[in-house]
């Protein structure tokens, strides 16, 4: 096989192991979503709080010098990119990530997207 044909061969292994145009449209969303560093921010708040009814607007809120409607904007850019969820109860919204939402980005970030993932025994 030439050199050449070695080449076009391995191009065609990274195209197929790579985001599909869909896929990518959804990651540079999400992506977008976390080039702001308050959402960055938001997001880490409610992964890290894993509190299993979600978190509540009131808790996120004091950590930023920002006023509570910028920061329900801001949870809205992370509700459009499909990063968080929400769910009104009474006065207060409580947020979550949504599952899998951390994986996917974990996945493009160390190049192991279209792998198969592991079982758990």
Known sequence: MS????E???CCDVAQSALTEDAAV???AAFKALGDPVRLRLLSMIATAQAEQGVCVCELTPAF???QPTISHHLKQLRQAGLIACERR???VYY???PGAIERLTAVLAGTVGEPAPVSV
């Open 90 to 92: 009474g006065t207060w």
């Open 3 to 6: 050199n050449q044909g070695a």
């Open 65 to 67: 010098a920002l006023s």
């Open 8 to 10: 076009a061969a391995a």
């Open 26 to 28: 959804e990651m540079a």
């Open 96 to 98: 979550w990530v949504m």
